[in-house]
């Protein structure tokens, strides 16, 4: 049987998808607000804070609440959500991905002001796309029982292991 080199490239750049897919499922490192400073509530301590406030509307935002947003079904479902709707990109080997990505989730639930940083421009737009694509309302941070706007942060980092 003779296959086509046309047929064999296709599947190679098919399994080079799937490959990085897989490992942004299973190696990435995704914490939500791990740092000492941003668990205090101190917005100015975030990592491109120089950068968000130019970009994103962060009046009356907090970054430590009574209780923090929650997406429908827990965080584990968003980050399942969040892998499945993100677009998978050709990644060299030795390449770093390295995006940081921040949102607010409003007193309504709705996220907004969707912005990531980082020093692949690919990496940054398809890390915003995958968190516009997913349509779900989250539960509001509260303070005192009132809703308030919580800004959210997760960085996106492959490792080798």
């Known amino acids: ?14 399994m080079k998808k799937a490959i990085f897919l897989l490992s942004l499922l299973f190696t990435p490192s995704l914490y939500a ?3 000492e400073n941003i668990a205090q509530g101190n917005i100015s301590s975030f990592p491109d804070y120089a950068i ?5 509307n962060l ?10 947003p929650e997406f429908p ?19 060299k ?7 940081r990505l921040y949102f607010i989730v409003e007193k309504s639930g709705y996220v907004r002001n969707v912005k990531a940083v980082g020093t692949n421009k690919k990496h940054v737009e398809a890390a915003e796309l995958g968190l516009r694509r997913i349509f779900a309302r989250w ?5 005192n029982g009132e809703p308030v706007r919580y800004l959210m942060y997760f960085p996106l980092t ?3 292991y």
């Open 1 to 14: 049987m003779i296959i086509f080199p046309q047929i064999i490239i296709k599947i190679l750049m098919i």
């Open 33 to 35: 607000q791990n740092s």
């Open 52 to 56: 968000i406030k130019t970009k994103m």
């Open 59 to 68: 009046k009356d935002v907090v970054t430590k609440a009574d209780s923090i």
């Open 73 to 91: 079904g827990g965080i584990k479902v968003f980050k399942r959500k969040y892998f499945e709707s993100i677009e998978t990109l050709d990644v």
């Open 93 to 99: 080997i030795k390449e770093k991905v390295d995006t």
């Open 139 to 143: 539960k509001p941070a509260t303070i």
């Open 158 to 160: 492959n490792k080798e």
